[in-house]
Structure formats: structure tokens, C-alpha cells
């Protein structure tokens, strides 16, 4: 169980996150929603304890996070990052030295090493690029990268900050898929996006912030609905929702189900 308790958080003296009460544990894929800068980046810091809140609590199974560099590292296993810029997690030229680091830092045999590496990289698509330099890899390889390097911890939860930045339209479209066989294999996912179409469809619960403070939480088809409240956090809604609304159209969570049933009806009207 991963969850905040009235957890604020300053950088020197700006303060950035307030009065955060969140649960993680509910649903499959939580997402993290707000403008630049509303303090997405920080609050998934604060849940690994890379920062500590001046004031409430991470708590970690229902205990707050201790701060000890052994408690951190166990805690790490459990809630692995990928963080928004891949660079920061990239540390050797090869990708499987790079994806097995962590492993051999907790002292498991190499065969188990191999297998794990390599069940990561089929998971991110991979595989077609592994014997490549990780520095001639394009900014989305690099993030697939980044992501198998966190799942071969095989940790509950991942937490990916932005994952879509910077991909394009079939990049996008990947990520989406890797996200998807990530939560099918069991896991506890939690999203920090501005991408509102990605975060519309493919999270269960949503967390809206707004310079830091909670503004909306919900399931994401009423949250986007409430449009004042997306605009004064600097949102707008997902496009099959504005669908919906302007045009009356059915409400989907995927482009692929809309064009199902706009197809059925053509159908059905001949
Ligand atoms: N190391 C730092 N020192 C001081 N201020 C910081 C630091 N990192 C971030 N900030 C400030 O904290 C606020 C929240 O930043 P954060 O990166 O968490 O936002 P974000 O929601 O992740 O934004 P984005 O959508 O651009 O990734 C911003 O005002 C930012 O300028
Ligand atoms: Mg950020």
C-alpha cells in the first residue's frame, strides 16, 4: 500500500505540494494530472523518498517512509521509478549492463540476471535494438530503456513520470501498449502526465493538481467532465470527451471504440 498523508513539500522556501492525501493502492493505473509545474515531478520524488515532506507523511504499508539508506533501498525495490528525463536513470554505454546493474547490486546469480534482462526488453520492445550503443539509441528507445531498467526489479509499483513526452504519434502509441502489459502483469502503476487523451484513456483513478494542492479526484470519465475545474488547472478535456459534450457523440474511453460503434451505427442505419 502506497499512500500520502497530508504530505506538503517546499523547495528552500517556495512551497510546492500541500496538504496531499493520496491513495495509490485503489486501482491498476492511478494518474497524476496538472499543468507544468503544479508539482507532479516532486510528489513521485516524494514517494521514493529521493525528497522527504517538511510536513505529513509517505507511508509505505501503511508505516511512514524511514529515511535510512537500507530502508530506501528496500522501499526502491517495491516502487521503482522511471523518471521523466531517461538520461537520469542511464548509466553505462550498453543495455543490458545498464538493465542488470540493480540486479547485481542485490547479489542475484547471473542466470537469473540474463532472464530478467531479457523478459524486460521483450516487454519494451526492445530486443530489436539491444546491441546497440545506448547513446546512439532515439529519445524513445532510450525511454524503453529506462522502463525495462525499473521492471527488472519486478517491483508492485511503477511510477512513470511523462512517459509519452517527447514520442511521437507511434511512439505514443507503443508506450500505451507497454503500460497496458505492464498492468496486465499485476502491477500497481501510477502516471504523471499532462497528456490528458493518454491519462483519459488509460487510467482507473485520477488525481488533479493545481500549484500543488489536490483540486479533483475521481474515476477519469467525471473528472473530465468538470470542465471549470480542468480549466483552472490549466486543462482541457480529452478529445473523445469534448466529443461527447459538443457533439453528443457515444462517450469512449479509445479512439477504437468510438469508431466501432459510430460504424455499427452506419450499419445499422443502411
Ligand atoms: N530542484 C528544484 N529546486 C527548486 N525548485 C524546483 C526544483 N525542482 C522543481 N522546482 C519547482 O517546483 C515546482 C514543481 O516542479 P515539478 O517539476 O514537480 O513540476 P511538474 O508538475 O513535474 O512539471 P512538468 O509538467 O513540467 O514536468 C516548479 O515551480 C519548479 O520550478
Ligand atoms: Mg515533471
Redesign the pocket.
Known amino acids: 500500500m502506497l499512500t500520502t498523508r497530508h504530505l506538503c513539500f517546499s ?2 522556501d ?1 512551497a ?1 505540494l500541500q496538504d496531499l492525501t493520496l491513495d495509490f493502492s485503489q486501482h491498476a493505473v492511478t494518474g497524476l494530472l ?10 513521485l520524488m516524494n514517494l521514493t523518498g529521493i525528497l522527504r515532506p517538511q510536513q505529513g507523511a509517505v507511508l509505505w504499508q501503511g508505516e511512514p517512509l524511514c529515511y535510512d539508506k537500507g530502508s530506501l533501498r528496500a522501499l526502491r525495490q517495491r516502487v521503482a521509478t522511471v523518471f ?1 528525463d531517461p538520461e537520469q536513470q542511464i548509466f553505462y554505454t550498453d543495455i543490458d549492463s545498464d538493465i542488470a546493474f540493480s540486479l547485481h547490486n542485490l547479489g542475484l546469480d547471473k542466470p537469473l540476471i540474463a532472464q530478467r534482462v531479457d523478459r524486460a526488453l521483450t516487454l519494451v520492445d526492445a530486443q530489436g535494438f539491444r546491441h546497440k550503443a545506448i547513446q546512439h539509441l532515439s529519445h524513445g528507445q532510450k525511454k524503453r530503456v529506462a522502463i525495462a531498467g525499473a521492471l527488472v526489479m519486478e517491483a508492485e509499483y511503477l511510477l512513470l ?2 512517459p509519452t513526452a517527447g514520442l511521437d504519434p507511434s511512439g505514443r502509441q507503443q508506450m500505451i501498449a507497454i503500460i497496458e502489459r505492464i498492468v496486465a502483469e499485476g502491477k500497481r502503476v501510477i502516471i ?1 502526465s ?1 497528456d490528458i487523451d493518454l491519462i483519459y484513456s488509460i487510467c482507473d483513478h485520477l488525481y488533479v ?1 493545481s500549484h ?1 494542492r489536490l483540486v479533483s479526484l475521481g474515476e477519469p470519465t467525471q473528472v473530465f467532465m468538470q470542465q471549470e475545474q480542468l480549466a483552472a488547472a490549466g486543462l482541457v478535456q480529452p478529445w473523445l470527451v469534448k466529443l461527447h459534450g459538443e457533439l453528443g457523440l457515444p462517450l469512449c474511453k479509445t479512439e477504437q471504440q468510438l469508431f466501432a460503434l459510430l460504424r455499427q451505427r452506419n450499419a445499422e442505419k443502411m
Open positions: 523547495y528552500q517556495e510546492v496538472g499543468a507544468n509545474g503544479c508539482g507532479k515531478s516532486t510528489l521523466q513520470d511523462e504523471s499532462h493538481l500543488g
